[in-house]
T-cell receptor, first 114, second 111 residues
Framework: DTAVSQTPKYLVTQMGNDKSIKCEQN?????MYWYKQDSKKFLKIMFS???????INETVPNRFSPKSPDKAHLNLHINSLELGDSAVYFC?????????????FGPGTRLTVL | GNSVTQMEGPVTLSEEAFLTINCTYT??????LFWYVQYPGEGLQLLLK?????DKGSNKGFEATYRKETTSFHLEKGSVQVSDSAVYFC??????????FGAGTRLFVKA
């Protein structure tokens, strides 16, 4: 069984479109995260949710909106996509308080904006 | 503020060579320290961790010792394999809400 899953794995779209990435974890964890990884592999935290409550909201454009319908799911919606949004987006989860324990990562979603 | 500094890559080694990837940190309090590994096309996964000074984390032949006096957590392996080719991330957790990741070090192992 996959612990942290993301869909889709690849996403190719045109500038200006709106797209969503879904994430689910079956580990029973309280906290979920979204990270952006650029082409140089640098990993940047975007958001963190604990029991459906937003805890971390880094300096991310407000075109990015996370939504957590329950503590096992954290989806990422992106409006008006731009070329600079092209990256690999990783969902992760951990037990307990945000940032407090080992994180478990999904396989990533490679977003390409044309 | 809290930060993690890793040696820049890429690191290229021949199979069976000795590996060291340096990691130093700056943190308030007593952080827990981690090494994560990212294989090509996959997400990060925990490789090993240490939660207090002088602890040694180990897994799959990799080791790292938490050195408070030098604020370091260097990753070592005695004999690397081609399958160890990946990107390695050093990370720390303090009392805040974020895990602080280093910039990653890419390792290439040649047969």
């Amino acid at each position: 069984d996959t612990a942290v899953s993301q869909t889709p794995k690849y996403l190719v779209t045109q500038m200006g479109n709106d797209k969503s990435i879904k994430c689910e974890q079956n580990l029973g964890h309280d906290t979920m995260y979204w990270y952006k990884q650029d082409s140089k592999k640098f990993l940047k935290i975007m958001f963190s949710y604990n029991n459906k409550e937003l805890i971390i909201n880094e300096t991310v454009p407000n075109r990015f909106s996370p939504k957590s319908p329950d503590k096992a799911h954290l989806n990422l919606h992106i409006n008006s996509l731009e070329l600079g949004d092209s990256a690999v987006y990783f969902c992760a989860s951990s037990q307990g308080r945000p940032g407090g324990d080992t994180q478990y990562f999904g396989p990533g979603t490679r977003l390409t904006v044309l | 503020g809290n930060s993690v500094t890793q040696m820049e890559g890429p690191v290229t080694l021949s199979e069976e060579a000795f590996l060291t990837i340096n990691c130093t940190y700056t943190a308030t309090g007593y952080p827990s320290l981690f090494w994560y590994v990212q294989y090509p096309g996959e997400g990060l996964q925990l490789l090993l961790k240490a939660t207090k000074a002088d602890d040694k984390g180990s897994n799959k032949g990799f080791e790292a010792t938490y050195r408070k006096e030098t604020t370091s957590f260097h990753l070592e392996k005695g004999s690397v394999q081609v399958s160890d080719s990946a990107v390695y991330f050093c990370a720390l957790i303090t009392g805040g809400f974020k895990t602080i990741f280093g910039a990653g070090t890419r390792l290439f192992v040649k047969a």
